[in-house]
């Protein structure tokens, strides 16, 4: 259940969401302004999601994929802006890559995507092309500095050698695709097979060896609240935001081509409802409905970790991670240091139901604040935090939406005119939102699919037919059965 629907206790505080309450910020915008009673398109959820499907609407690449000048977006947010898995995450701007193949290729029977390996590739081609436009969008409003973009290299580090050849078994498959596509290596991958090596340039204690590829970060937080105040002070269309406006029916059921759409504080008709809600998208569905179940939680916890001396300036980390269990950004302000469920409960930290279906943002798991704790000094070489104000400095919880089929659902929803949806990311938004709401605002502008897109993403009814992998939400997250 979604926090913001009944009465609870505060949502943790991430590093992104504590670094931007500035009064530039959107906190509470909206949040005592009347609702307007009718809007041409309704947007639900104002993550990087609705964020970027607001851009896309108000800045089209043409008259043919726009939606009519001056049409009014009412963009409406149940808690705060940013305030969710966008405002909690990793901060990673990471295309996936060849690692990402068995999880998109394995049958749908054994919990994969269920993808050829020509499908495989294009979406993978589809995450870089994301980062790009992300990059580009930053840059043509001149965001570098507001949003702490940065563009380098990610580094996966492979505990044993069989590890690493299967990593490197991946990548030669993966350029196998590419060549069959008439392409090359776009992000730059490079591999250390030479243990000694891997740990002097990792500095991570028990490397094997480890690859190397081009990928980001940003903080995630501004990035949202950015791109917003473009879209709010678009002159072409009426864009306005309601924070602290859950969502709580949406009725069209009647065969009724406008939605009505009711809330906490009102009700507002609209055309067009896109439901950008990720996690939180199975409140708004009946019992019956497959979204009730086909999107579900994983919860996550974070930490933000002030280097130790030995780590900063020139000493400092030059490269993002991928370790064997967590993963961690460089930020101008600290490491931002996290852990996957599956990483959790393979490193035996809590129960599987502290991250399995289970949206608490609200609390901590003390295992996992003592496992983000130690995880330096375990991990890196002479990591020795000696000052008061070195280590884990803030930790917080999140949640990911995960799809049976592991990909995210986009378009118009089946048996229900005119709502849409753009949700069922699977931890990897960041690397995916850009694209599918590009994808989505054509589509609602013009009613026929940006040709690039993967139509591997585009819901339909057979995919909602798809069921969880036998083994539950267990196998699904873990691999193994209970
Ligand atoms: C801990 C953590 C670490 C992650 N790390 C990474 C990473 O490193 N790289 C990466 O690519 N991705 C990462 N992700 C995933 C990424 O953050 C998400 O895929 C992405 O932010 C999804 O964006 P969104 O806008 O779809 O969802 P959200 O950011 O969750 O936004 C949905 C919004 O909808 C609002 N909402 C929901 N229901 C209603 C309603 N009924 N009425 C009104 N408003 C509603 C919510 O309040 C919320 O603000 C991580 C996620 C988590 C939780």
Redesign the pocket.
Known sequence: M?G??EPHSPSTVSHWIATNRGSETLHNHGKDDKLPEKADIVI???????ALLAYHLTHPQNDEVSIKKGSRIVI????E??????????????PATFLSFPKLTSSLEDGGAGLTDSQATEILLHEWDNFERNKNLIKKHDLIDKVDLWEGKIMTIYDTKEKLNKAYELYERWLKCLKEKGLQDYSDNTFCKDPDEAVKVSRVKNAFGYSTRSAGSVH?HRLVTEILKICLSSTDFNVSLYTS????DISSFDGSQENTIKTNRGTIKAEKVVL??????P??FPKEHPLKESIFPLR?Q?GLITPTLDYSGVKGLKTNYGFPLA?C?NTPNGIVL?AGASDYIRAGIGKPEDYINNSNDRELLPECTKYLKSFMTNTMVDWNENAEGEGLMRTW?????NTFDRLPLIGEIPNRKNLFI??G???????T?HTCNRALARLIGSESWDQDFPEAYIISENRLKRKLVEGGHYRYVTGNKL
């Open positions: 979604s913001f629907l639900v959820g104002a993550g990087i999601s609705g409406l947010e149940g808690a802006v940013s305030s969710s898995a966008t405002g909690r995450n990793g901060g990673h701007f990471a995630p406006t859950p969502v709580l950008c809600t990720n996690a939180h998208t409140h708004l996550i974070m993963y950004a996290g919880t999140g949640v990911t939406a753009s949700a990311f699977n931890g990897h938004g960041m690397s939102t």
